[in-house]
């Protein structure tokens, strides 16, 4: 089975650029999450997703950033303008909620770089 | 205000030896708690876990406690691995919630 698949694994972009980060989730799972990590502030919760409809998006730091996500194997994250304090990595994460457990299961990262 | 603590940034054991990581919690809502390992460049992966109905959970080598009254899970890793070197996070879900929060981390190195 595929895991949660992103892209890029790295971005590199100048200020005031626009960066879309991409996520495809498990097969099956109805709930999807962004996290952004930092040395600082660890893995923050930014947005999540439960059947493709936008659930919670009170992490999302600023009207800089948006996610959308049109159909259950797909949702990106966008940040426009891009500035330095944006540099982290962003993961995904899918979930089947629904049951008696609660794992997520993550995909290995967007590490972005802003210059 | 963290919900969530893990208060070893670090932690070094000896191959062989048992490992303890360590978690703290506040919201007394929390009914579900996880362990995660990561390695550098990857993402986090899920390790064992437990309900709050139950004070133990065993997978192998890896033991998750649960003390309800102290707030306080703790990861035994027995025996320590090289291969178990890497940064442990501890995460809660909050009743009613699909949302999990996280510690910051323990970063854990097994020493051959």
């Known amino acids: 089975d595929a895991g949660v698949i992103q892209s890029p694994r790295h971005e590199v972009t100048e200020m005031g650029q626009e960066v879309t980060l991409r996520c495809k989730p498990i097969s099956g799972h109805n709930s999807l999450f962004w996290y952004r990590q930092t040395m600082m502030r660890g893995l923050e919760l930014l947005i999540y997703?439960?059947?493709?409809?936008?659930?919670?998006d009170s992490g999302m730091p600023e009207d800089r950033f948006s996610a959308k996500m049109p159909n259950a194997s797909f949702s990106t994250l966008k940040i426009q303008p891009s500035e330095p304090r944006d540099s982290a990595v962003y993961f995904c994460a899918s979930s089947l909620v629904g049951g008696m457990t609660y794992e997520q299961y993550f995909g290995p990262g967007t590490r972005l770089t802003v210059t | 205000d963290q919900q969530v603590k893990q208060n070893s940034p670090s932690l070094s054991v000896q191959e062989g030896r048992i490992s303890i990581l360590n978690c703290d919690y506040t919201?007394?809502?929390?009914?579900?708690f996880l362990w995660y390992k990561k390695y550098p460049a990857e993402g986090p992966t899920f390790l064992i876990s437990?309900?709050?109905?139950?004070d133990k959970n065993e997978d192998g080598r890896f033991t998750v406690f649960l003390n309800k009254s102290a707030k306080h899970l703790s990861l035994h890793i027995v025996p320590s691995q090289p291969g178990d070197s890497a940064v442990y996070f501890c995460a809660a879900r909050e009743a009613g919630s699909y949302q999990l929060t996280f510690g910051k981390g323990t970063k854990l190195s097994v020493i051959p």
């Open positions: 919201n007394s809502m929390f009914d579900y």
């Open positions: 997703f439960n059947n493709n409809v936008p659930i919670d």
């Open positions: 437990i309900s709050s109905i139950k």
